[in-house]
């Protein structure tokens, strides 16, 4: 199929319509946070202990009532890339 075969086959399925930019703006945005700890295969409680971040703050990041600041946003994206490493480092010094 052409490019343009591609593109009017899926705008003609109802169940598979490409995004549009004014679709894709307003869709809702699984966060990041729940992505992460499930390819960590934690729970909620687990992911909170671990890395020493409040439940009730793992939890309205996941439901969308808050957004990570920046910093926070720096500590999951440490997690993300070393997740063992974070783990032992605060394993070696305890709050």
């Known amino acids: 199929m052409t490019d343009e075969e591609v593109a009017v086959a899926a705008a003609a399925d109802p169940d ?19 992505t992460l700890r499930r ?25 969308g009532r808050s957004v990570p600041d920046q910093p926070a946003q720096a500590y999951l994206t440490v997690i993300a890339h070393d997740p063992e490493g974070v783990r032992r480092a605060l394993a070696a010094h305890p709050a």
Do not use: K, M
């Open 16 to 34: 598979s319509r490409p995004t549009t930019p004014d679709g894709l703006a307003s869709a809702r945005r699984l966060p990041r946070i729940r």
């Open 39 to 63: 390819a960590l295969a934690l729970t909620q409680e687990e992911f909170a202990a671990r890395y020493h971040i409040p439940l009730d703050t793992v939890q309205d990041w996941e439901q």
